[in-house]
C-alpha cells in the first residue's frame, strides 16, 4: 500500500519560512510527477508547484520567488521551502505524487494525497 506522509507544518509569523516534506512509502516501483497543492477555508483547492523526476519545475504564479520545490529521488521524498510567507499563504497544504506501485507496470500511474499539513501564518 502506497502512502504519501507529510511534515512540517506549524504557525509562523508573516515574512517568515517553513519546510514541508512528503515522504512515498510502501510498495513502490516509479514516482514520477511530485507537488503540493493548498487548500484555504472556503476556497478551492489550488496548485502551488510541482516537480518531475529530472527536476524541472513549475510554480503557481503567487510564489514564484518565495517557494522552491526540490526532491529526493532515492528516498522518494519531496520538500517545500517556503520564504517570506505571507498571511494569505495559509492553508492546509496537501502533498501529490504519481506513482506506479510495485506489482504494475510503468507507466501505468496512479495519483495519490497526502493527508495534509496545516501551515498558518499570522500577520
Known amino acids: 500500500q502506497v502512502q504519501l506522509v507529510e511534515s512540517g507544518g506549524g504557525l509562523v509569523q508573516a515574512g517568515g519560512s517553513l519546510r514541508l516534506s512528503c515522504a512515498a512509502s510502501?510498495?513502490?516501483?516509479?514516482?514520477?510527477?511530485m507537488g503540493w497543492y493548498r487548500q484555504a477555508p472556503g476556497k478551492e483547492r489550488e496548485l502551488v508547484g510541482k516537480?518531475?523526476?529530472?527536476?524541472?519545475?513549475n510554480y503557481a504564479d503567487y510564489v514564484k520567488g518565495r517557494f522552491t520545490l526540490s526532491r529526493d529521488n532515492v528516498k522518494n521524498t519531496v520538500y517545500l521551502q517556503m520564504n517570506s510567507l505571507k498571511p494569505e499563504d495559509t492553508a492546509v497544504y496537501y502533498c501529490?505524487?504519481?506513482?506506479?506501485?510495485?506489482?504494475?507496470?510503468?507507466?501505468?500511474?496512479?495519483?495519490?494525497w497526502g493527508q495534509g499539513a496545516q501551515v498558518t501564518v499570522s500577520s
Open positions: 516537480i518531475t523526476y529530472g527536476g524541472t519545475t
Open positions: 510502501g510498495f513502490i516501483f516509479s514516482v514520477n510527477d
Open positions: 501529490n505524487a504519481d506513482i506506479v506501485p510495485h506489482g504494475e507496470r510503468y507507466p501505468n500511474f496512479h495519483n495519490y
